[in-house]
């Protein structure tokens, strides 16, 4: 027998499927595939049958707006990095300037596959469009620091914390930033901003802040950015000790 949760999530499935042979239309599939790809809505999260509609979808009608920037999502969270890459130049082909998220995407992708100038030059082309866009730019910052170009990092995140100046992802990368220049006593400062900000972090506002990822991760995903700013932190105060001991 099953449990409640797996029963209304069976009932809704039936649902689903019913309507849609009823009207196998693709903006039907479209949106039953968008309403299993958030993770504000739990109880729906379902990649599997996301990727499943986006597909019918795009069997029926390829020129959907976001339909392959949605696919290419599901695939860089899969980790197959190389479909993902296909799939957003598909989408920026058809829809170019709009769908401008769509440059994010294939900035994070490129990120991930290790081109970060590529990458970078997708952040900056995106930003032009939402320029105060603080994800985007702490993204931007983190392949700058790829890169190794600690300066052009520094100036991005500082860019950032003029709107934004208790957001932690950018306090830590701002850090992270000013570590690599050998600002140490800056950095620790930023560091310590990052640390009091992420400690009031929320799991909902880290699902906010990774709307594809599922909810499930969610605690997960704050312990393990809490953890990457208190070790940040921790390496700044040892550099600090280091060259007070020199």
């Known amino acids: 027998m ?6 209304y999530r069976h009932t809704d499935t039936v649902r689903e499927d019913v309507l849609y042979a009823l009207d196998p ?14 993770s504000k809505s739990p109880a729906l999260y379902d990649i ?6 986006f597909n019918l979808a795009a069997i029926k009608d390829p020129t959907i707006l976001y339909l392959y920037h949605q696919l290419a999502r599901i695939s860089f969270l899969r980790g197959d990095f190389t479909r993902a890459m296909t799939q957003i ?8 300037d709009a769908t401008p998220n769509s440059y994010y995407i294939r900035g994070l992708i490129e990120g991930y596959m290790g081109d ?20 985007a730019l702490n993204d931007y910052a983190w392949v700058l620091l ?11 995140t500082a860019r950032g914390l003029i709107d934004f100046p208790d957001n932690p992802w950018l306090l830590n990368s701002h850090a992270i930033a000013l570590f690599e220049l050998h600002q140490y006593e800056d950095a620790l400062l930023y560091a310590q901003k990052a640390s009091a900000a992420v400690a009031i972090l929320s799991e909902e506002e880290w699902l906010h ?3 594809g990822n599922d909810p499930k991760i969610g605690d997960d995903g704050l312990a393990t950015f809490k953890k ?7 390496t700044i105060e040892l550099a600090i000790a280091s060259s007070t001991v020199q």
């Open 48 to 53: 599997d049958r996301a990727e499943y509609f």
């Open 25 to 38: 239309s693709a903006e039907r599939a479209f949106q039953y595939g968008t309403r299993h790809f958030s």
């Open 116 to 135: 970060y100038e590529s990458s970078a030059r997708d952040y900056e082309y995106f930003l032009r469009f939402d320029p105060r866009n603080w994800a």
């Open 89 to 96: 130049n598909y989408q920026i082909s058809m829809h170019g």
């Open 209 to 211: 802040a990774y709307p």
């Open 2 to 7: 099953l449990a409640l949760p797996a029963l």
């Open 228 to 234: 990457a700013v208190a070790d940040n932190m921790h």
């Open 146 to 156: 790829k890169a190794e170009r600690f300066q052009d990092a520094a100036v991005v």
